[in-house]
Nanobody, 128 residues
Framework: QVHLVESGGGLVQAGGSLRLSCASS????????MAWFRQAPGKEREAVLC????????YYVDSAKGRFTVAKDKAKNMQYLEISSLKPDDTAEYYC?????????????????????WGQGTQVTVSS
């Protein structure tokens, strides 16, 4: 059984930084494309970035480039999303997600429907 658990969210002032964590059990991160999504109140869930099995990061939100960085701890099977220079527009519930088993599991995608495994989310609130 696969479980993804996010943590690290909180209330931060604009300009601050956060590190979100995604712990997994049941899958090995390196075998799957892993993505971070976010959903702001009243908006659809959107892909922020995705990292494939080769470690290449695909950004889907322009404002995330240069501010959002993904890191992995293979020994712990953990993934981290480090966010700097936070903006009020970054306020959202953040989710880590993994593609489902199958031939496409290692390919990144910005589509919610292409990800099978999801965490419960962690809230990030940025005050101005």
């Amino acid at each position: 059984q696969v479980h993804l658990v996010e943590s690290g969210g909180g209330l931060v002032q604009a300009g601050g930084s956060l590190r979100l964590s995604c712990a997994s059990s049941g899958i090995i991160f390196d075998d799957y494309a892993m993505a971070w999504f976010r959903q702001a109140p009243g908006k659809e869930r959107e892909a922020v970035l995705c990292i494939n099995e080769l470690g290449r990061t695909h950004y889907y939100v322009d404002s995330a480039k240069g501010r959002f960085t993904v890191a992995k701890d293979k020994a712990k099977n953990m993934q981290y999303l480090e966010i700097s220079s936070l903006k009020p527009d970054d306020t959202a519930e953040y989710y880590c997600a993994a593609r489902g088993s199958g031939p496409d599991r290692m390919y990144c995608s910005p589509r919610v429907s292409n990800f099978y495994y999801w965490g419960q989310g962690t809230q990030v609130t940025v005050s101005s």
